[in-house]
């Protein structure tokens, strides 16, 4: 009987041994994913390029890093922002939300019925700004944004051959593309509105942004691309990394290793 009782007592103790472990590893877990929700929600955010129309700047493949706490982060499911660290400036590429009705863009606050999808381009305009984009350029008020070519081309995906200039907006100096056989887009003059700003693709002239379909409300914007983590020139699906050829493939002549930790500006 002293044995039975010993033999009980040990299971009992190792049963509540293993209990104890269950419910560590658990609650370490829930905390892992906790904080990396937080992160998420509060710090940075992952990005990735789907279009040219950042083009050069941004590749079709690259990954971003969105800093979500330097405008002040969103509160999660609803539209309050905590105090930033400063508003959003003059040539910030951006991460915002946007509403889509099929092919057609919207602003996401004034058509909150639509489906929500992501856009980067970058600020050209802020409120109060006057801004008019002319066969000769973007002016943003009453002056004209100096835009000066380099003598360089660049190749997008379609095979076309874009001139590249070297555009200075306010304290920014960044490339963008202009394609000799097309006009652009043309805007005639409007003054942004307070709390909302005007964006543009750098890929001027491939670019559906503000001059389309309006301006963005600082409530839908995520925060600015800071950083790029990772850049590889894949579009295919998640069912295609299940194959070892893919991925042998991608790191020895897609991924972009250059690119990895460029600083964006």
Do not use: C
Not at 39 to 65: C, K, N, Y
Not at 195 to 211: A, E, I, K, L, Q
């Amino acid at each position: 009987m002293a044995r039975e009782r010993a033999s009980a007592r040990e299971t009992a103790a190792s049963g509540e041994a293993a209990r104890a472990g269950f419910f560590e590893q658990t609650g370490t877990l829930i905390l892992a994913v906790a904080i990396a929700l937080a992160i998420r929600a509060f710090v940075i955010e992952p990005f990735r390029i789907p279009s040219g129309s950042m083009l050069p700047t941004l590749l079709i493949g690259d990954h971003l890093f969105v800093n979500k706490f330097l405008y002040g982060p969103q509160i999660p499911f609803t539209d309050q922002r905590l105090p930033g660290i400063r508003d959003p400036e003059r040539g910030d590429i951006i991460v915002f939300t946007v509403a889509r009705q099929g092919a057609r863009i919207h602003p996401a606050d004034r058509r909150p019925e639509l489906p929500r999808e992501e856009f980067v381009k970058r600020i050209v305009a802020l409120p109060g700004d006057v801004v008019e984009v002319r066969p000769e350029g973007l002016f943003v008020n009453g002056e004209r944004v100096p835009a000066e070519p380099t003598g360089e081309t660049f190749a997008d995906e379609a095979g076309r051959a874009l001139r590249v200039l070297e555009e200075h907006l306010g304290d920014r100096r960044h490339q963008i593309l202009d394609d000799p056989d097309r006009s652009g887009i043309l805007r005639s003059p409007v003054r942004v509105e307070p709390g909302r700003y005007f964006v543009m693709g750098d890929n001027r002239d491939h670019s559906n942004d503000s001059r389309v379909w309006g301006t963005v409300a600082l409530e839908d914007i995520k925060g600015p691309a800071f950083v790029i983590y990772w850049s590889w020139n894949y579009n295919g699906g998640w069912l295609e990394l299940l194959n070892p050829v893919t991925w042998l493939r991608l790191l020895t002549r897609e991924t972009r290793w250059g690119r990895i930790g460029h600083l964006l500006e």
